[in-house]
């Protein structure tokens, strides 16, 4: 079945946790009712292989055995945009994967050797788009300080059709969408707090963790913002901000395990994080976690939904 991929990168990219099992192992196939509550209700693109996956703590062997596990679980229900990186030849090696497992497109992570340069990461993502066999790539920034100029060079690497725009910069997101492409397709990578400002100068749809625990809520944010509803998204954010503020802490470092800790809370355990992510919630973290999920009736939700 044939996805319309730019609107698919306007809607909601779903980053999907990575499961363990009790001996640490990965453990795919607990996914399978994530996945199958984000599509019902309507997450528009899931993401395999994302930060909100543990990307970094992942084997490449693991990644692209979850790659392949989370293809088969999505079918052809919606388009999968996978995770690449690390290494050229790990990066192409998973590129390679992900292609085979019939994703739909290549999100390739901001490459993090100290040495990177603006023309070495434009060689860097023709490899890794050329092992795949010319799957389109949506660049995952998270980093602007190359400036307008050297994003607008890798944007027109070859393929590239969006841009996970990841760093707290709207002004500097206004000028590379000025400099770069008109056939662009700028998406909100801070998730659902940062996507009101995003948009405002441009940005359309956003990266969401929230959809593991309550894609019923980030699916009604995307919807007030694409009608242009600020007040509504707005309501609609702060009544889930507690759950991005408790990511937020210690440096970004309890991201994910505010995503793997709501998981346990409602009923669907997919292990703690790998270091060095935080684990588990500090007791107020935890605390102030447990009182949202209460607020928010999410595990009777989860049941509903099952």
């Given at each position: ?25 990965i ?48 079918g ?6 996978a ?46 788009r ?46 590379a ?19 009101p ?94 009182d ?6 999410l595990?009777?939700?989860?049941e509903k939904?099952?």
């Amino acid at each position: 079945m044939a996805h319309d991929l730019e609107r698919a990168l306007t809607g909601i990219s779903g980053i999907l946790v990575t499961p363990y099992d009790t001996a640490g192992e990965i453990a795919p196939p607990k996914l399978a009712p994530i996945i199958d509550r984000a599509i019902s209700a309507g997450v528009h693109m899931p993401v395999v292989n994302g930060n909100t996956g543990e990307f970094y703590a992942l084997t490449t062997d693991e990644a692209c055995t979850m790659v392949r596990e989370v293809a088969d679980m999505v079918g052809d229900r919606a388009p999968l945009l996978a995770g690449v990186g690390r290494g050229v030849r790990d990066a192409c090696k998973l590129a390679r994967a992900s292609a085979d497992a019939g994703a739909a497109a290549l999100m390739i992570h901001q490459p993090p050797d100290p040495f990177v340069s603006p023309r070495g990461a434009v060689d860097y993502i023709k490899a890794v788009r050329d092992a795949s066999g010319g799957l389109p790539v949506m660049l995952y920034l998270r980093n602007d300080a190359m400036g307008p100029e050297g994003i607008a060079r890798l944007c027109e690497a070859g393929g590239v059709k969006g841009v996970k725009w990841a760093t707290p910069n709207p002004l500097n997101l206004a000028a590379a969408i000025a400099a770069c492409p008109d056939d662009i397709v700028w998406v909100g990578g801070l998730a659902e707090v940062w996507a009101p400002p995003l948009y405002a100068v441009g940005a359309r749809g956003f990266t969401s963790g929230l959809i593991n625990v309550w894609p019923e809520r980030s699916m009604a944010i995307h919807a007030a913002l694409d009608a242009g509803n600020y007040p509504a998204a707005n309501r609609l954010i702060a009544g889930m901000r507690t759950f991005e503020d408790i990511r937020a802490e210690e440096h970004n470092g309890t991201n994910v395990t505010g995503v793997k800790a709501a998981l346990i809370a409602i009923g669907q355990d997919c292990g703690p994080t790998r270091p060095p992510s935080a684990w588990p919630l500090t007791e107020r973290q935890q605390k102030a976690l447990d009182d949202f999920v209460t607020e928010n009736a999410l595990a009777e939700l989860q049941e509903k939904t099952a």
